[in-house]
């Protein structure tokens, strides 16, 4: 039997017009991913990589004209992919040619419609999000308690009050609340920002999702709290052996959950495989931007001479005015003056390095 | 052995399971008891009125005691010109008001929270719509308007009313849509649509039940004040409720030509009952914003 992942993501693209520049900024641009079944992959990125965007482009969040246009987010039911953008396409007219856009055009009404048709199923069922910042995502005049029954009784067997209560208190105590029976009375405001990222954690497994997708769930939260939501999240990764995307410009989140890693970059993959290998970052095998991130870590051993932390020279891609080359081409500091002319001109394609690491990077062209 | 957890570095808000009236401060909780009476007070009264318990007839003249003064011949707030008694009349005077004014609150409420939920959820073209139709009512002087359809119509309670609540509408859609903004923007919605609640749901329940019932229950409040004072303004100027059917406003009328006279409580009567009542729901409103709103903080 053919081995289908759970997730597989192929050439997603999210593009947003933005008036006052008159262009569009390609946030997402052609974007391949897969994960398998109960393995954690993180996904890490300067902030603008386009990370967030890729997921919520996944769940079908994004409102913004145009938005989500063409690719394939195969999510596996029960042994079969089942495409979460089916049909989309017919929607949208898009003619580009080697980074620029010739002609755009979206139905979105259309879109939306079909959309809410394809995702009626997903959402909360089997794909769950975690979102930054607990507080601003509960509702603030229900209790936390409420909100986590009213997604068990939406999505799970549990019709009846009493026994939604029973499970919502049984999953307030998995992520460790203290006292669940006296908080499951408490409004989110009544709640620290660790606390009520406990209690998001707890409504979005309550529905016994599939694939739970944590958006930085640790950044806005202090140091000792974050240590103690990460160990959380490993915790419930060993006991419910739940398949996790998680989002995270902090590389030790990643490096203490992840299987395997992508890192973004302009809206493109740049590097992924698994974290052991990626993570690593050794000079023969290691995309130079990676490299820059890992060594741009506050971190002892990363310290030059002068006791300067090195940072990654230059700004973040500007996604509108896309060069033809590499998109790391104007701050990378790695090339060699035989794939230059490459860098320049040639988007690079993934290059396989052994099993499952791929590396977008002219200095890996093999032959 | 029995697990427990220890969270020392997580704090938790102390009071956030208090009872509403604990927490509150003590001049809002004034408010609202006071405002709860006035309520009270015109609902027993409006009761009286229906069931037609009253002291006596508020339509039968005693002619051989016309005008007399409060707590004598078994007045107790005397009667007006044609000896009719004014207690009667004041709590039949709340009927001029009281269901016109529901009506008018019903009216303002559905199609304000209709407004702002399609202007702050659904944006774009149909919140300029939206919006276009706000401003468009706003522009228009509300007398002016109410006096127009009086003219083309007859003048009748319920049609006044009718476009009281019209014209409040846009002030409700405002508040309703700035509420799902504030929500939009703080990622509520979405984390909403992620955790793969149904639209509806999402609309009457989260955002309207949970997070806009009290705007919606103090604007009813204000709404209630404002339906008795264009009641009360209009039947004074002789637009509203005709005379010989009680009103406050044509009681204040009526009664202010024999002011000059020394005979003042014709006029008093009602008047301070429209001070006393008007009072009663603004601050009741008030205290409600104070209370229920600033709970979220």
């Not at chain 1, 891609?317 to 081409?329: E, K, P, S, V």
């Given at each position: 039997?053919?081995h289908?992942?759970l ?30 079944q ?27 004209n ?11 039911q ?6 979460l ?9 898009l ?15 259309a879109?939306?419609?079909q959309?809410?048709?394809?995702m ?23 209790t ?6 009213e997604?068990?009784?939406l ?25 669940p ?58 006991d419910?052996?739940?398949t ?37 970052a ?7 931007y990676?490299?820059a ?26 996604t ?29 394609p993934l ?5 499952k690491h791929?590396?977008r ?7 | 052995m029995?697990t427990?957890?220890i ?11 208090l ?11 004034i ?32 002619l051989?005691?016309?005008m ?16 009719r ?13 009281f ?40 522009s ?28 409040t ?22 984390s909403?649509?992620?955790m ?12 309207l ?5 009290s ?11 404002e ?23 044509n009681?204040v009328q ?24 008007v ?19």
């Amino acid at each position: 039997m053919e081995h289908i992942p759970l997730l597989q993501i192929e050439d997603l693209r999210t593009y947003f017009y933005s008036s006052a520049k008159q262009a569009f900024i390609r946030s997402v641009d052609g974007v391949d991913l897969t994960i398998e079944q109960g393995s954690t992959l993180g996904i890490v990125g300067e902030s603008g990589s386009g990370k967030s965007i890729t997921m919520l482009s996944t769940m079908g969040l994004i409102s913004a004209n145009p938005g989500v246009l063409t690719g394939k987010v195969l999510l596996n039911q029960k042994g079969n992919p089942v495409n979460l953008l089916e049909g989309l396409e017919q929607y949208v007219e898009l003619e580009h040619n080697s980074g620029k856009i010739l002609k755009l055009s979206k139905d979105n009404r259309a879109w939306k419609k079909q959309q809410e048709k394809n995702m009626a199923t997903v959402r909360g069922k089997q794909i769950s999000m975690i979102f930054q910042n607990p507080k601003a995502a509960m509702n603030p005049y229900e209790t936390i308690g409420k909100q986590i029954s009213e997604m068990i009784k939406l999505h799970t067997e549990i019709k009846d009050n009493n026994s939604a209560k029973e499970k919502a208190i049984s999953w307030l105590e998995r992520v460790k609340i203290d006292s669940p029976g006296m908080r499951f009375e408490n409004y989110p405001h009544g709640l620290s920002g660790g606390m009520c990222q406990r209690a998001m954690i707890a409504m979005a497994l309550s529905s016994e999702p599939s694939l739970l997708i944590a958006d930085e769930p640790t950044t806005g939260l202090d140091a000792t709290i974050q240590s103690k939501i990460v160990e959380l999240l490993q915790e419930l990764q060993t006991d419910l052996g739940i398949t996790t995307i998680l989002i995270s410009h902090d590389i030790s989140v990643i490096t203490k959950l992840a299987d395997s890693v992508a890192v973004m970059y302009g809206g493109k993959v740049l590097e992924n495989g698994p974290a052991e290998l990626v993570l690593k970052a050794n000079e023969d095998a290691s995309h130079p931007y990676t490299r820059a991130l890992l060594a741009s870590i506050p971190d002892l051993s990363n310290v030059d001479a002068n006791g300067r932390l090195p940072a990654i020279p230059g700004e973040v891609l500007d996604t509108i005015n896309l060069t033809q080359g590499c998109r790391f081409y104007a701050r990378c500091e790695k090339f060699t003056t035989q794939c230059e002319s490459k860098c320049k001109t040639q988007e690079p394609p993934l290059f396989r390095m052994d099993g499952k690491h791929h590396i977008r990077c002219w200095l890996f062209e093999k032959g | 052995m029995k697990t427990r957890y220890i969270q020392t570095t997580e704090t938790i808000d102390e009071y956030s399971h208090l009872p509403l009236w604990k927490t509150c401060s003590k001049i809002d909780l004034i408010y609202i008891v006071y405002g709860l009476l006035v309520l009270a007070t015109v609902l027993v009264s409006y009761g009286l009125g229906a069931l037609n318990w009253l002291p006596s007839d508020p339509d039968s003249m005693d002619l051989e005691n016309m005008m007399v003064a409060p707590l004598t011949s078994g007045y107790f707030l005397g009667t007006d010109y044609m000896g009719r008694d004014l207690l009667s009349r004041l709590i039949i005077g709340i009927q001029a008001y009281f269901v016109p004014g529901l009506l008018s609150i019903f009216i303002s409420l559905s199609l304000g929270s209709i407004m702002g939920i399609l202007s702050g959820y659904q944006g774009g073209r149909v919140e300029s719509v939206v919006e276009y139709f706000s401003n468009l009512i706003d522009s228009f002087p509300r007398l002016v308007l109410i006096l127009l359809f009086i003219a083309a119509f007859t003048p009748n309670i319920y049609i006044i009313m009718i476009v009281v609540g019209l014209t409040t509408a846009p002030v409700v859609a405002g508040l309703v849509r700035g509420k799902i903004l504030f929500l939009k923007q703080r990622n509520f919605v979405e984390s909403a649509i992620a955790m793969g609640l149904p639209t509806y749901q999402i609309i009457l329940k989260h955002i309207l039940w949970y997070n806009c019932r009290s705007i919606l229950l103090i604007q009813a409040t204000l709404g209630m004040a404002e339906a008795i004072l264009i009641e009360t303004s209009l039947s004074y100027l002789g637009f509203g409720v005709q005379e010989p059917v009680p009103s406050w406003g044509n009681m204040v009328q009526s009664g202010s030509n024999y002011l000059m006279q020394g005979n003042f409580w014709p006029s008093t009567a009602p008047a301070l009952a429209i001070l006393a009542t008007v009072l009663g729901f603004h601050l009741l409103g008030d205290g409600l914003n104070n209370v229920l709103e600033r709970k979220e903080r």
